[in-house]
Nanobody, 120 residues
C-alpha cells in the first residue's frame, strides 16, 4: 500500500502564499496519478490540481494562474505552491494518489489533510 502525509497548512493573510507538501511512502511504484483536492466546510471535495497520466498538469479554473502543482520524484513528494491566496481558498487540502494494483484494478488513497486558513 501507499501512505500519504501532507504538511504545510497554516493561517495566512489574503494575498499571501503557502506551499503544501505531500510525501508518499510504501509501494510508490504503483502510483499512476496524483493530485490535490480541497474541501471547505459545507462543501463537497473538489479537485484543485493534478498530474495527468501523461505527466502533464491540470489546474482547476478557480486556481489557475495562482496555484502550481509540482513533484520531486527522487523524494516521492508532491507540492502545491499557492500564491495570491483568497478567503475562498480556505479549506482542508488533501493529497490523493491513484494506484494500479493489477492490470485492471485501481485504488485511490488519501492523506489525512492539512488545513489552510485565509483570513485577515
Amino acid at each position: 500500500q501507499v501512505q500519504l502525509v501532507e504538511s504545510g497548512g497554516d493561517l495566512v493573510h489574503p494575498g499571501g502564499s503557502l506551499r503544501l507538501s505531500c510525501a508518499a511512502s510504501g509501494r510508490t511504484f504503483t502510483i499512476v496519478g496524483m493530485g490535490w483536492y480541497r474541501q471547505a466546510p459545507g462543501k463537497e471535495r473538489e479537485l484543485v490540481a493534478s498530474f495527468t497520466s501523461g505527466g502533464n498538469t491540470n489546474h482547476a479554473d478557480a486556481v489557475r494562474g495562482r496555484f502550481a502543482i509540482s513533484r520531486d520524484n527522487a523524494k516521492n513528494t508532491m507540492y502545491l505552491q499557492m500564491n495570491s491566496l483568497k478567503p475562498e481558498d480556505a479549506a482542508v487540502y488533501y493529497c490523493n494518489a491513484r494506484l494500479q494494483v493489477s492490470m485492471e484494478w485501481f485504488v485511490e488513497v488519501w492523506g489525512q489533510g492539512t488545513l489552510v486558513t485565509v483570513s485577515s
